[in-house]
């Protein structure tokens, strides 16, 4: 995905603006660009087999479930994965990612078995990445976080949500 925002610049002579002032729709853009220019490896967060058991080993921790909904070959679910959610797994946090329109089989929080797509199609989630936290019995905790539209706030958003679904616990 090419940025359009050299483009913005350049048709709406909006260079002398620093990049938090142009126009969301510049934002937008260029945020998958400034994920290509940075030296992020891979990052891989565990695929989702059974929310069940999943949930129960992170309620013995005292943590919420964090569940991130990906598209293949989402730049801005990769930033989110990379930059956000991997660190956070390799700090201990109970984290596992379902895919849009997969057919790999998932066990949901009562026991049956479905698929990551219509799961997340259950769930009514047309926007990636969605990161959603879930608590005991498999309910939301906090509020989801869709979309990744603001990567100065990003970070701050996601440690919002992971705080309150602590204090729901």
Known sequence: ???ILPFLLKKFD??????RGVL???GLAAWPTWAGSQNLGPAVLPAAHSLRD???VALKKKQALVVMVSLDGCPYCRVARQSYLSPLQKNGADIVQLDMNSLQPVQNFSGQFT???ELIRRWQISVTPTVLFFGPGGKEVAERLEGASLPDFYGA???QRLEKARLAL
């Not at 909006?14 to 990049?19: F, I, V």
């Open 1 to 3: 995905m090419k940025s």
């Open 54 to 56: 999943e949930l129960a």
């Open 115 to 117: 698929t990551h797509g």
């Open 157 to 159: 958003y996601l440690e």
């Open 14 to 19: 909006l260079s002398p603006l620093p990049r």
């Open 24 to 26: 969301r729709l510049a």
